[in-house]
């Protein structure tokens, strides 16, 4: 495992080539104890859910296993000559091993699923949010847009009242200069 350096990297941060070692011990014990139960299962599941958690990809489970099923398999040459118990043997084996890859791969598939649906709720999330922040940021922009709006149409209103009082100015001017006109004669007279 340590030739291939993205296992090489997994052990190094996650555990020891002792440790593993000795997992593995324990769970080869549990596969051949004859008890296929609800906690054997479990336990499945939870290898599946730690070597997911830790990056372990399926593929590398399995060649794994190919390891172990050709370990096994030479125990079981060397340990009996007669050929239908090495025949029974080697198939006990296969079927036990081959399960085990089937309860786990199936824990991975599910392990993936949820992950993916948990990716896909945050992203649901993020756009809920985004949009959220959008839609404040428009609110924001269309009460600024109406107060400009106001605005406006208060300064155009004061400008027609200014030009309206230029206008009348002259008006008013010529009314009051012929007024003065009117006054200077009555004066002179
Ligand atoms: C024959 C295939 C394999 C079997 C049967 C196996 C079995 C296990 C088991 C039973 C655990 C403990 C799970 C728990 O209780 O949370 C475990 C954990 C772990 N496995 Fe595997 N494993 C296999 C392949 C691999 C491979 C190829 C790697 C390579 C990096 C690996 C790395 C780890 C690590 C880092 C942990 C967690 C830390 C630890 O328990 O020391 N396993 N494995």
Known sequence: ???????????????????????????????????????????????AKTHYRIGLQPRWYSSGFQNVQNHLQRIVFEQTKNEDEQRALISAIGKILNHEQQLVLEAYEVEHLKARENQYKEIKEEVKRKISLVSEEVLYLSEETDASVKQLIENGQFVKMQIATRAEQPLRSKTMAEEGQKRMQILTE
Not at 6 to 11: C, N, S, T
Not at 36 to 42: G, N, Q
């Open 1 to 47: 495992m340590l030739q291939v350096p993205e296992l090489k990297g997994i052990i190094t941060a996650y555990s020891t080539v002792g440790r593993l070692r000795k997992t593995l011990i324990t769970h080869m014990l549990s596969l051949f104890n004859g008890v296929i139960d609800d906690d054997f299962v479990k336990l499945r599941t939870k290898v």
